[in-house]
């Protein structure tokens, strides 16, 4: 039930100790369907906005999903998303772009918890 995986989100992101704050809306559209809309605040002052629309019926489908990852001061660190706008990509509509718009690459479909350990191997590099 979708239910569920908006539980799972919330405990995600209460365990993940570089979460200073977060914001967070669930849309319950149907027994298995929903939307997340989110921004999670770190400790760096950085801060990841979210979009998922979810169906976990018989295994969690994102339809859609963005995950962008912005500085302090609001420019763009990176952004995953599967926005069918990139037709010659190798994981078309997956892609991630780095540091601006037009640098892009393929990129296989990410999660949530993915996207928080490629930010926490970030702040660690930093």
């Known amino acids: 039930m979708i239910e569920s995986y ?24 149907s027994p298995y369907i929903g939307f997340i809309r989110a921004s999670l605040y770190f400790v760096d002052g950085t801060v990841l906005h979210f979009r ?19 500085n302090a ?5 990176f952004r995953y998303d599967n926005t069918p706008h990139f037709p010659n990509l190798s994981t078309f ?13 393929a990129a296989i479909s990410p999660n ?6 490629e930010i926490h191997s970030l702040m660690i590099a930093r």
């Open 93 to 105: 509509p997956h892609h991630k772009h780095h540091d601006s718009e037009m640098n892009v690459t």
């Open 73 to 77: 001061d609001g420019t763009l660190v």
């Open 52 to 70: 998922e629309f979810v169906n976990v019926h018989h295994n969690i489908e994102r339809y859609m999903y963005v995950y962008q990852y912005q």
């Open 6 to 29: 908006f539980h799972q989100i919330d405990e995600l992101i209460a365990r993940t100790p570089i979460v200073s704050a977060s914001s967070i809306t669930y849309d319950k559209r």
């Open 112 to 117: 949530l918890e993915s996207v928080l350990a």
